[in-house]
């Protein structure tokens, strides 16, 4: 089996930043794409970086230039640093990896979701 933790979600004032871990662990083969989605109060679950084994990422205009998401594949652990944070990032942000399981099964799994507040 896979599982993905989440740490690094808390409370912080506008502008300031917060760094969000996701560590997988479990039966892995490889592990390919990953993101971060966010879900505010009432609202749709949205993503918000994607990044490829490859390299290549992608982030919604809302934060662009303010985000960014790395990984360090020694550790099975994908990270989204958030700076200038801002009243609207409020959310429960989640992290979803695709990955490739030592029986050879592709699957998407999530991570348990993280609170973030940002207070004005």
């Known amino acids: 089996q896979v599982q993905l933790v989440e740490s690094g979600g808390g409370l912080v004032q506008a502008g300031g930043s917060l760094r969000l871990s996701c560590a997988a662990s479990?039966?892995?083969?490889?592990?390919?794409?990953v993101g971060w989605y966010r879900q505010a109060p009432g609202g749709l679950r949205e993503l918000v970086a994607a990044?490829?084994?490859?390299?290549?990422?992608n982030y919604a205009d809302s934060v662009k230039g303010r985000f960014t998401i790395a990984r360090d594949n020694a550790k099975n652990t994908v990270y989204l640093q958030m700076n200038s944070l801002k009243p609207e990032d409020t959310a429960v942000y989640y992290c979803?990896?695709?990955?490739?399981?030592?029986?050879?099964?592709?699957?998407?799994?999530w991570g348990q979701g993280t609170q973030v507040t940002v207070s004005s």
């Open positions: 979803n990896a695709r990955i490739k399981t030592t029986r050879f099964i592709v699957d998407d799994y």
């Open positions: 479990g039966s892995i083969f490889s592990i390919n794409a």
């Open positions: 990044a490829t084994s490859g390299g290549s990422t």
